[in-house]
């Protein structure tokens, strides 16, 4: 069927910032999408409000707005841009609720808009718990006993008739948000309360538990014609209980007999068909591992995380598809782009095994609630291929970048057996591990099975890697042992530990003996029909598929999972990189494991191998293909990480030099250069021995900023005021090693500078400086970031462009560097300088309109700035505004301190634009989803070191007519200096205290800052947290808070008060 | 399991060496591969792999074990297994044994091992592949001699049921001629509530009408349709007397019967994932298919059949319709097992038409 001529401008929406459960998949399938379309002929216009993603480039859709993703905004682009239709599948479940608001405020109507993919009713039906229940009952397709509530006694008296444990899911939340189980009543009224509150429409279902049951995933596609088809299966290893975002996902299924999965195929068709929707949908099963009994946990109307996950695992590009078929093709028309002679109208087959392993945030959230349940917490997730489990699941323990990559923890060698138990059945992100460890303890896997449920197959077969470890600890260089636990995925690392020996040894002896992997191609049809797509995975094996070219080649490393420091920007350069480098005739090859990224289609680059980040790996590669080089600065910390072992073995690293890398990265090294180069830096030592620790705060001056070397995101790193919060702190982190230091530095009060430059070896060139609008002291990933710069002197920009063209002379940095200081006084202290591409490349690049990552990488391979035009200054600021704001996922991660401080906490970002930074901010505030009360209530509870500040924070709170709260210190302070306000009591007493204000909604804001030290569960904590938790701004800097006031402030009017003469009151 | 070596052997001298499993009988034989993902009990015991080598693309074979349930016929029918990984461990509520120990029972050998990838895209580029499993001890040369002079053995007498029987039912009644049935093609009828016999392949004409059937199936089964020489000439005549429906194989013999030829497909579609498109209504199915042969359309001209299914990636003949007569086939397998039977309604459609002769037969229509 042809496609639709009728429409010829479609608006397509993206999924604004991204925040657990909503990551870089929509910015893969928006982007597959865009270009879909433009391929079919339409004038794509693209709303998406992150800055960080590949679709809001110019070039993947045709207008590009990043505007704040509301009704408000989008209405007025719909205004403007009068398209014909709306594709709002893609944009996750924030495209799909943006529809149905537009629709809901008559906007749609008005202009005239369609909407295409999926029909309102149908996302309805999908969404609102309760329309799903009636659609599966006329269905006659079960669905577990439940109930919808828009009370918490409603929800007592259900849970009374059906009993415990149940599960509550709020209507419309992302990723879970605000659900859980409980085991009893006390349990439940609280989730409920919360979800209730969450939930857009006031609704919970209340479910009768499941957990236990098999988790089965189909994602499926339908076109017009209702023609549907099965692109992938998926099993949990993880049974119902824990959401499958934080699952091991194994596809296809593993325990499935033929019957059991026709029996859900043939479910899932009926479902989308029902539905009628036209383009990708997934649905989510459960399945008694005891009978065909099952369950339809819920339906996707929507590509999703899933989707994206099974694009990768079978080389079926859903979101692309998806596109096709929302405007009226269908899937016998339309060619599979990876055989590129048949049709989408297929189910594609597989002769591997996929993993996927979600990446949590708790190496950064030590004192995070770190238990799995239905809401889901993971940041990021990374996706393993082999041709067996074994294979696949070790491949896909060492893509997270977990300790040294082995499927081992030595932590947990000292826990006590009632431990491990309890952690079975409490499952957590280390449960892989502790299953390993369990096993190695000789546990059985009847025990484990019985407290996990986890289906005994997939305990065999990591009972086999243990097994085969035993093997192998007996044996040492043994060549067919370690050709046999090659083949199940065993790394060098891992059998270096075995031998206890070390991984360059086990590479020589393999080296010696010829023992290396072959290449296999995702072909989406098991090897039945040739494929042209250059897709490739690594497995032992005898025939290797990977051809090699005479062209020229170049490696460029990705960043692997999303993680909180290490986030989709570094994607971002990664594609771009990629496109410098197909732009200079080069060959580009690109190695990742991120199954949700734009890095990972394999369209992107001439060469995808879909691999782990490890020096093992990235070798193999560098060894079938021979390049002139590797690209490492586009790939975050994690490839910098690889450099050094690249280079011992032989690699050309492509750019600044390895040693300049480690220049700037060893602390005394760093110091040793800006000594050199005669630039202040805050003072400061590294400490390797904890003895003298204290004198050496005491002799640089409290307050120091403390950390251990070597991390990424200012893990575990602390402003510590005195000396007993210093020794808190040490008792936190591990031990001080001489290999891995303590680093103490002076902290400094001051404006935060965040500035990217390139260079060629010969000219110093500097898209923007970003000002952060929150002083030192906050993670420059955690402020919100100005450019161009509005407090800073034209003299002061001159010094840091002068000190950052000293730095990189000196280092001869080629490529991109990114340098923070801190403005202190006219003063310009050096604090970090990274030899690579940093978090503020994509949004610079958006918003000076240089594409940063693409100049580098040809800078790299040899082009001249100055033949280009650049020379070494600060390019002209533009007229406008632009802000990045940090996006939190604080309302998923529980007994997470939502206080800003040097360590980085964010998982998104989102951008603000406009000709005043009132402006700017308002939209970007919005943009990251806060909706900014013009009037109200704001609650103060502040430090003693703070209240100063606080007042005259307060007083401009004052001025704009809301009504003061605050704790009693803080209260007595401010009523001190004549403001009125509201002493409310300490948590627990029983009138109107500080929480019950916050749970009842009676605040709009609430501004805290951090006491002292970092005591969890402290007053100031739970005040924090149960502001998040009731979705009320928490602000927990001062500097924030001005900002926001500001903008409060320019859209609203005071009343003012006439003194003598007609003059206004200040 | 046993631990032992075993080889694999192709006409043109490509050898692999694996470990066995199963049986340890030597044989030789066409290799074909199949891609579908789940369904290996299923297959196995598909007559329609009768005397055929099988190699899974999928690497793992075995993971849920065998069950009592989901068998195409009484035993495995493969002779000879070919797969990446077997699982010994298999994990299922209705598992009784393993893939192992199913195939131990019907001294059918298996080869584990090898790089089913690269055996695959030889299979795939040279089309039919012979090759033997056998012991290590078994000369290299005397199996290349042994696999260029080997015939193609007429295989269909060996699967096909030797005397008729009957599973009774209260709706139409069905004759079905026995090519190699697979069990679910009578799932699919007793569902229906047919009255349904099952007749050997070389029963004929007269034996079969005196059954009175409202309609007749020729059901799947291996080999080349040309070799079952005795059906052909029975569909013959059957075709100008009843309503008839063929899948498999029996749309083969059909389009044989009436003055089509058959060729051979430069590589065989075996497996669950082939979408089929339905010319008349213009929709696209996934189905299930287990060919080596094809009809070849150029010799469709002259004959009173049409096509009704086309195969949408490599638009081979999937179904026909007699202009005349009511008598249509199939090539794919509507019933599924493995696979999906979303194309189940051809029964329907069959079925449906039948009602005519039912009256005309002396049945009731409403039991
Ligand atoms: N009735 C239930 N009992 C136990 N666990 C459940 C139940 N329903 C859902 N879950 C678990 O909660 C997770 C999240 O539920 P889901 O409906 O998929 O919400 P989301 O929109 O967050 O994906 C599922 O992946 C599943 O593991
Ligand atoms: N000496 C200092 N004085 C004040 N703030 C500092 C100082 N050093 C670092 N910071 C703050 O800590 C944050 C993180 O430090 P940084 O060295 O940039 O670590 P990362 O490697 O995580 O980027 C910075 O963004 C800055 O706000
Ligand atoms: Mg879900
Ligand atoms: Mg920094």
């Not at chain 1, 529809?99 to 808009?113: D, K, P, T």
């Not at chain 1, 995702?522 to 005898?542: H, I, L, N």
């Not at chain 1, 149960?1026 to 701004?1033: D, N, Q, W």
């Amino acid at each position: 069927m042809p496609k639709n001529t009728e429409i010829e401008k479609i608006l397509v929406i993206g999924s604004g910032p991204i925040v657990i459960g909503q990551a870089a998949e929509f910015d893969y399938s928006g982007t597959q999408a865009c270009q879909s379309l433009k391929e079919e002929g339409y004038t794509v216009i693209l709303a998406n409000s992150n800055p960080a993603t590949i679709m809001t480039d110019h070039t993947i859709a045709d207008k590009v707005y990043m505007e704040p993703l509301t009704v408000e905004f989008l209405s007025k682009i719909i205004r403007k841009e009068r398209p014909c239709a709306i594709l709002p599948t893609l944009g996750g479940q924030t495209g799909l609720n943006l529809a149905v608001a537009l629709n809901e405020s008559g906007i749609l109507a008005e202009c005239q808009v369609q909407l295409l993919g999926t029909s309102l009713e149908a996302i309805k039906k999908a969404e609102d718990r309760e329309k799903f229940r009636t659609l599966m009952e006329q269905l006659n397709e079960p669905v577990p006993p439940s109930d919808i509530v828009t009370s918490v006694e409603a929800a007592v008296n259900f849970a009374e008739k059906i009993g415990y444990p149940l599960i509550v899911r709020p209507a419309f939340t992302l990723g879970g948000t605000g659900g859980g189980m409980c085991d009893n009543r006390e349990q439940l009224e609280h989730i409920v309360q919360n979800g209730l509150k969450l939930s857009p429409v006031s609704q919970c279902l209340i479910e009768k538990s499941i957990a236990g049951y098999k988790e089965i995933e189909y994602e499926v596609i339908r076109d017009k014609k209702d023609q549907a088809i099965v692109v992938c299966n998926m099993e949990n290893m993880d049974p119902v209980g824990i959401h499958t975002g934080d699952s091991i996902v194994f596809a296809p299924s593993v325990t499935l007999t033929d019957r059991e999965n026709q029996l859900l195929r043939k479910v899932s068709l009926k479902l989308i068909r029902a539905l009628e929707i036209e383009g990708g949908c997934n649905v989510q099963l459960a399945l008694d591992p005891y009978s065909f009994q099952y369950y339809i946990i819920e339906v996707n109307p929507r590509v999703s995380r899933s989707s994206a996950l099974a694009s990768k695992a079978t080389g079926y590009p859903i979101a692309k598809i998806a596109a096709k078929i929302a405007v009226g093709l269908t899937l016998d028309e339309i060619i599979n782009p990876i055989t590129g002679t048949t049709f989408a109208c297929f189910e594609p087959a597989l002769d591997y095994v996929v993993t996927k392993i979600p990446r949590f945030p708790f190496d950064k959230f030590v004192s995070g609630d770190r238990k799995l349940g239905t809401q889901m917490k993971a940041t990021g997730e990374i996706m393993a291929i082999g041709r067996n489990i074994e294979e696949s699941l070790l491949k896909g323990i060492r893509s997270l970048e977990i300790g040294n990559g082995d499927l081992y923890l030595q932590n947990l060698e000292s826990i006590s057996e009632k431990e491990i138990k309890n952690r079975l059945e409490h499952a957590d992100d280390e449960r892989i591990f502790v299953i390993a460890h369990a096993l190695r303890r000789g546990m059985t896997i009847d025990e484990i099975y019985h407290i996990t449920k986890i289906d005994p197959l997939f305990l065999r077969k990591i009972n086999h890697i243990i097994e085969l470890e035993k093997e192998v600890a007996l044996q040492s260089f043994h060549l067919e042992t370690l050709e046999k636990v090659k083949q199940f995925g065993f790394s060098d690392i891992q059998i270096a530990r075995l031998w206890e020996t070390t991984e360059e040894k086990i590479y020589e002896y393999r080296y010696e003996n010829n023992i290396f992997p072959v290449y296999k191609k995702v072909d989406t049809c098991a090897g039945s029909v040739e494929s042209t797509a250059p897709y490739f995975y690594s497995t032992y094996e005898q025939e290797n598929e990977s051809i090699r070219t005479d062209q020229k080649k170049v490696i460029v490393l990705g960043s692997g999972p999303i993680r909180i420091g290490q986030g989709i920007e570094f994607d971002y350069a990664t594609v771009h990189s990629v496109q410098a480098i197909k732009e200079m005739g080069y060959e580009a090859i690109i190695i990742n494991n991120n199954p949700e990224t734009v890095s990972t289609d394999f369209s992107v680059s001439d060469k995808l191998y879909f691999e782990p980040l490890t020096l093992e790996e990235v070798m193999h590669i560098v060894r079938v293909e021979d390049p002139i080089g590797v690209i490492v600065q586009f790939g975050g910390q994690t490839a910098i990480n690889l450099a050094e072992g690249l280079r011992k073995r032989g690699v050309t690293i492509l750019g600044t030099s390895l040693e300049a890398i480690d220049r700037a990265e060893d602390r005394n090294k760093f110091e040793q250069l800006l000594e050199d180069l005669n630039l202040t830096r805050p003072k400061g030592k590294a400490i390797t021995d904890k003895k003298i620790v204290h004198e050496t705060a005491e002799a640089i001056g409290y307050p120091v900023l403390v950390r251990p070397s070597y991390v990424i995101g200012g893990s575990q790193m602390e402003i510590v005021h005195d000396e007993e919060e210093l020794s808190t702190y040490l008792q936190k982190i591990p031990a001080i090693k001489s290999n891995k230091p303590l680093l103490i530095d002076q902290y400094i009060t001051g404006i935060e500078v965040d500035i990217d430059a390139i260079s060629d070896g010969k000219t110093t060139f500097i898209p923007g400086i970003m000002e952060h609008i929150e002083r030192a002291g906050v993670h420059s990933g955690d402020s919100i970031a100005v450019y161009p710069p509005q407090r800073l002197s034209e003299s002061v920009k001159q010094k840091c462009l002068e000190a950052t063209d000293k730095i990189v002379k000196e280092l001869e940095v080629i490529g991109l560097v990114n340098i923070q200081f801190i403005i202190h006084e006219d003063d310009v202290y050096v604090i970090e300088v990274n030899p690579r591409a940093s978090r503020t490349i994509p949004f610079l690049s958006k918003v000076t309109g240089i594409t940063m990552a693409n100049l580098a990488t040809k800078c790299i391979l040899g082009e001249s700035l100055q033949n280009k035009g650049f020379t070494t200054e600060i390019y002209p600021e533009p007229e406008n505004v632009y802000v990045k704001l940090p996006v939190f996922s604080f309302e998923k991660l529980r007994s997470v301190d939502t206080t800003l401080g040097p360590e980085m906490k964010s998982t998104g970002e989102a951008i603000g634009y406009d000709s005043t930074l009132e402006k700017a901010l308002y939209k970007g505030l919005t943009a990251s989803g806060i909706t900014i009360p013009f009037e109200g209530s704001v609650l103060i509870t502040v430090a003693d070191k703070d209240k100063a500040e606080a007042y005259k924070i307060a007083k401009r709170f004052y001025e704009l007519g809301f009504q003061l709260y605050a704790t009693e210190g803080t209260a007595k302070y401010l009523s001190d200096k004549n403001l009125p306000v509201m002493a409310v009591g300490k948590i627990g007493t029983d009138k109107k205290n500080v929480l019950s204000i916050i749970q009842n909604g009676e605040v709009q804001f609430v501004v805290n800052t951090l006491t002292s030290g970092k005591q969890p569960r402290s007053d100031g904590f739970r005040i924090r947290r149960e502001a998040v938790e009731h979705g009320i701004i928490s602000l927990t800097n001062l500097d924030t808070s001005e900002a926001i006031l500001h903008v409060i402030d320019s859209a609203t009017f005071r009343a003012r008060l006439i003194t003598e003469k007609g003059v206004l009151e200040a | 399991m046993t631990m032992t070596k075993r080889q694999l052997i192709l006409a043109d001298g490509t050898t692999f060496i694996g470990k066995a499993f199963g049986g340890s009988a030597n044989v030789s034989g066409e290799i074909i591969f199949n891609t579908s993902m789940t369904g290996y009990q299923e297959i196995i015991s598909d007559p329609s792999y009768y005397d055929l080598i099988t190699l899974f693309t999928y690497p793992s074979i075995g993971s849920y074990g065998v069950n009592r349930d989901d068998f195409e016929s009484l035993s495995a029918k493969v002779s000879g297994v070919i797969v990446k990984e077997i699982c010994s461990e298999p994990s299922n509520f209705r598992s009784e044994e393993t893939i192992d120990q199913l195939l131990l029972k019907h001294n059918i050998p298996g080869i584990a091992g090898i790089d089913t990838r690269m055996l695959t895209r030889i299979l795939r580029e040279k089309g039919a592949v012979k090759g033997m499993i056998s012991n290590l001890d078994v000369d290299r040369e005397e199996i290349i001699i042994k696999l260029t002079n080997e015939k193609e053995k007429d295989v269909v007498q060996n699967v096909s049921t030797t005397r008729p029987y009957i599973v009774p039912g209260r709706g139409k009644r069905i004759v079905v001629i026995d090519m190699g049935m697979k069990h679910q093609i009578l799932h699919e009828l007793t569902e229906r509530d047919c009255h349904v016999t099952v007749v050997p392949y070389d029963y004929s004409e007269e034996d079969i009408l005196q059954f009175k059937p409202d309609g007749i199936i020729i059901s799947n089964g291996p080999g080349n349709p040309k070799a079952v020489t005795t059906t052909i000439h029975t569909v013959k005549s059957l075709v100008l007397k009843t309503s008839i429906l063929g899948i498999g194989l029996g749309h083969q013999i059909i389009a044989l019967a009436c003055g089509a030829n058959t060729k051979r497909l430069p590589v065989g579609s075996f497996g669950n994932n082939f979408p089929v498109k339905d010319l008349q209504r213009n929709q696209t199915w996934i189905t299930t298919q287990s060919c080596r042969y094809t009809v070849d359309e150029s010799t469709l001209k002259d004959t009173d059949l049409t096509i009704s299914y086309r195969s949408i990636n490599d638009h081979t003949i999937q179904g026909l319709a007699h202009k005349i007569y009511p008598v249509i086939s199939v090539q794919f397998q509507p019933e599924g097992a493995p696979g999906s039977n979303e194309t189940n309604f051809i029964f329907d459609t069959f079925l449906k038409e039948l009602a005519n002769n039912q009256m005309n037969n002396g049945g009731l229509l409403h039991a």
